[in-house]
């Protein structure tokens, strides 16, 4: 049973355009969000975060956004740039319970 | 370089064999997870250790242990192994509060059972 949930396997994007990862979960006592982003040969590093009392979280190019009702979230990444190719996984917490991931998304960003 | 180091990287061993992952967390970072990673698969959780002592336990074969030393580095034992074991090990350490800032990652310890 995966509780968080990643459709997409890939997504292809041109540089400079808008990047959208979506995620989304069944557990509804999650109350914390993040996004990972992993390089091959490496281990996965924090990206941006969002408690579940916001709906919006902002850091440079990075912005979460979450739906709670849609039980839904996205990661926004403006513009997108060649160094951000990577897989991103998105994971989840209740009540500071080890994180949950999904299974991640391969993102392109093609020069 | 996270701060978390790992060994070894590579590990190739033969089904059956018995096998020791270590993890030395972050300085200051009393909390330890292993995570594992299949192939095609999202990192699934196994334990968690805090301060020396059993936190959590996720969906952690019986075949597999672990446990967290006083100085707060952790040891993943994988016994009795099989094909299906092969995958990328994870630790990852956190100081323990909250979640703001995730968990930090090591670079992982590809198992590879043959």
């Known amino acids: 049973d995966q509780q968080v949930k990643q459709n997409s396997p890939s997504l292809s994007v041109q540089e400079g355009r808008i990047s959208i990862l979506n995620c989304d979960y069944t557990?509804?006592?999650?109350?914390?969000f993040l996004w990972y982003k992993k390089y091959p040969a490496e281990g996965p590093t924090f990206l941006i975060s969002?408690?579940?009392?916001?709906d919006k979280n902002e850091d440079g190019r990075f912005t979460v956004f979450l739906n709670k009702s849609a039980k839904h979230l996205s990661l926004h990444i403006v513009p997108s740039q060649p160094g951000d190719s990577a897989v991103y996984f998105c994971?989840?917490?209740?009540?500071?319970?080890?994180?949950?991931f999904g299974k991640g998304t391969r993102l392109s960003v093609i020069a | 370089d996270s701060g978390v180091t790992q060994t070894p990287k590579h590990l190739i061993t033969a089904t059956g064999q018995r096998v020791t992952l270590r993890c030395s967390p972050r300085?200051?970072?009393?909390?330890v997870y292993w995570y594992q990673q299949s192939l095609d698969q999202g990192l699934q959780f196994l334990i968690q250790?805090?301060?020396?002592?059993?936190?959590a336990k996720g969906n952690i074969l019986e075949r597999f242990s672990a446990q967290q030393f006083p100085d707060l580095h952790s040891e993943l034992n994988l016994s009795s192994l099989e094909l299906g074991d092969s995958a990328l090990y994870f630790c990852?350490?956190?100081?323990?509060?909250?979640?703001?800032?995730?968990?930090?990652f090591g670079s992982g310890t590809r198992l590879t059972v043959v």
């Open positions: 990852a350490s956190s100081l323990g509060g909250h979640l703001n800032y995730g968990y930090t």
């Open positions: 557990n509804s006592m999650f109350d914390y």
């Open positions: 969002i408690s579940s009392i916001k």
């Open positions: 994971a989840a917490s209740a009540r500071n319970t080890p994180l949950v």
């Open positions: 300085s200051g970072d009393l909390s």
């Open positions: 250790y805090y301060n020396g002592e059993e936190r």
